[in-house]
């Protein structure tokens, strides 16, 4: 596993006579990124096919399969999820984080990706953090399952991986869309993908609506969890009556949100993206892996809701380099 430097430079398709490299940058997200199934599927209906493909998070996971050729394969297994399956997935962890994350990462590397990076059908990297450092740190060498579950280890949930000597988390603590690794692998069109453009106190605008059924809320899901901790079953600290905070999970994944939230506006701000897709995936919780269905589809939407630019900046990039 290495780190990309910033400086680092390869000449596009463009510059020796081809057309135009599409590079796609898929953003941090937790269940969210279930989305990006639906833009890739969206976008190879459009005929755009990504030339490097860059990850943060689970858009690592999701880049990984797509650039080794599962993608078919991972969306008919995210859709057939049931909530059951999720929580089988989950290894309890006394240090570092809730969840190993061992059984999702073997299952990963025993049905998805489990090669080296040179091996991969089309070019990837994914975004991971330094904890000691909080170096933005690119992966893209040695094993692509140990690259992703970097990516994915969100703090507090994931336990961080210690890999070539560093400990390193989730991506989106320094980059959660990262355009800039794409173009520094040599886009010259880049297109991101950003989950949490409709994110910020949307728990609080869910609780204050209509009810919905308890396994389908934040809150229900916290209970699974804390379930799986051995929290359940009236063995969790009760709170009073007129205790009306959120859940612990609510207040964790709504603090990640918040926090990658401002970062990916100021680093999109700094570094723009050619066009930039937001799928509409705020009624989605950290762990609702479960509704792949909903998030699939709303990604499908985003690109259409993009079509128009998204065409133009294709043909005006094509048109450049004819």
């Not at 000691?132 to 990516?151: D, K, P, T």
């Not at 050619?274 to 705020?282: E, F, N, Q, S, T």
């Not at 919780?285 to 630019?309: C, F, K, Q, S, W």
Request: proline letters at 5%; hydrophobic letters at 45%.
């Amino acid at each position: 596993m290495a780190d990309v430097r910033p400086q680092l430079v390869i000449p596009s398709a463009a510059a020796c006579g081809g057309g135009p490299v599409i590079g796609l940058a898929l953003g941090s997200g937790a269940a969210r990124g279930w989305a990006h199934l639906g833009v890739l599927r969206a976008l190879a209906a459009e005929g755009i096919v990504p030339d490097i493909l860059c990850g943060c998070s689970i858009g690592a996971f999701v880049g990984a399969a797509a650039a080794s050729g599962d993608l078919e394969k991972l969306r008919q297994w995210a859709e057939s999820l049931k909530w059951q399956d999720v929580v089988s997935l989950l290894d309890v962890s006394l240090r570092g984080g809730l969840i190993k994350g061992e059984r999702l990462i073997q299952f990963f590397e025993r049905n998805f990706v489990d090669r080296d990076f040179a091996e991969l059908q089309t070019r990837f990297a994914c975004v991971a953090t330094e904890l000691e450092s909080g170096r933005e740190i690119w992966l893209h060498e040695g094993s692509v399952s140990q690259a992703v579950r970097a990516s994915i280890a969100l703090p507090g949930l994931l336990t961080p991986v210690m890999h070539g000597g560093r400990l390193l988390v989730d991506g989106g603590l320094v980059n959660p869309v990262p355009v800039s690794l794409c173009r520094a692998m040599g886009a010259d069109i880049v297109i991101a993908v950003d989950l949490g453009s409709d994110m910020v106190g949307r728990a609080w605008r869910r609780t204050a609506a209509a009810p919905v059924p308890a396994d389908e809320t934040e809150a229900g899901w916290s209970d699974r969890l804390l379930a799986r901790f051995g929290f359940a079953n009236g063995n969790a600290p009760e709170q009073s009556a007129s205790d009306n905070l959120p859940s612990l999970v609510t207040v964790l994944s709504s603090s990640i949100n918040i926090m990658q939230i401002r970062i990916a506006r100021s680093r999109l701000a700094g570094e723009p993206a050619d066009v930039l897709i937001a799928p509409r995936v705020g009624q989605l919780g950290l762990m609702d892996y479960h509704r792949a269905d909903e998030a699939i589809a709303e990604g499908e939407a985003a690109v259409a809701r993009a079509r128009p630019t998204l065409r133009y900046v294709v043909e005006q990039a094509a048109g450049r380099s004819a």
